[in-house]
Structures are given as C-alpha cells and as structure tokens.
C-alpha cells in the first residue's frame, strides 16, 4: 500500500466521522467522502436502515449522487475515501462514474470489490481503478465488525 499524504488521512478522517453520525442515526457505521485535492465534492453517510429501508443507501452512491453535473469533468482526478471497501455495487458505480482512485480504511473481507477488478471487461485497461487500503484499520476494522452485525440481521443480509 502506498503511503497516505495528509490530504489523504484528512479526507479518511472526515469519512470516519461520517461512518460514526450514520451509526448514531440508526445506520451502517460507514462513510465516504469524494475529493480531488484540498476540493471536496460530496459527502455522504449510509443511509441503509433509515429514514426507511434503502438496500442501494450506500455512501458511496449516495456521494456519487451529490457530485454537481460540472464537476465531473474532473473524474480522472477525484479520489473516493470511504471507511469500508466499496462493495461490487459501489465499485462498479464508481468505475462508471469515472473515480480513478479509491483509499478506504477497512477490507470487506467478504464482498469487496477487489475481487471484480481483475474481471473487468476489456475495454478497462489493467489498472484503471487505484485501490488503496486498508488504510486505516485501526479506526475501521471495528467499524466494519458493527456492519456485519446489523448486516445479518436484514432481510436482504446474512447467510
């Protein structure tokens, strides 16, 4: 893993505290923040269990909704700091969208996207997607132990 620069641990702290406001609302303790530099251009928090049951309420998707139309010209350079390893879901939405670079701070030791990226399709190069983690264990390895406890107790979760 590469090292991390402070712009890099700012934006992963900031995700961590995102991560912690979604779980004191009732939610996955996890979320994202999508930056390019000192430039934040959406953040977001889970949104799984509440206001209602939201199965997609990923924050990663649901920052990916808050990027403003005009800043996507700027995808190539946007990194996604989020405090768990996005999902395939995620992955594939950030791939679509252009997100070249991803730190998070924690493995989804279960269903994490790196097990898609060496299938993707021709048309992405090798390389296309920067995965940087776990960056930040420590602080979200806990964080995804209390996603596992919610996610089997949901309709769509669990074995």
């Not at 190069?125 to 996603?147: E, F, K, N």
């Amino acid at each position: 893993m590469s090292e991390l620069s402070p712009i890099d641990r700012r934006h992963l702290d900031r995700a961590i505290g995102l991560a912690l406001q979604a779980e004191a609302d009732g939610n996955l303790p996890v979320g994202a923040v999508i930056a390019a530099g000192d430039t934040v251009f959406a953040e977001a928090k889970n949104r799984v269990l509440r206001p209602r049951l939201n199965p997609g309420g990923h924050a990663e998707t649901l920052a990916l909704r808050q990027v403003e139309p005009e800043a996507w010209q700027y995808a190539a350079e946007m990194t996604c700091y989020t405090t768990l390893e996005p999902c395939i879901m995620c992955t594939g939405s950030l791939l679509l969208h252009g997100i070249r670079r991803v730190v998070f701070g924690a493995f989804d030791v279960d269903g994490g996207g790196r097990f898609v990226l060496p299938h993707l399709p021709p048309y992405y190069a090798p390389g296309t997607m920067s995965w940087i983690g776990p960056a930040a264990p420590a602080r979200c390895d806990p964080l995804y132990h209390r996603v596992l406890e919610h996610f089997e107790r949901l309709p769509f979760g669990g074995p």
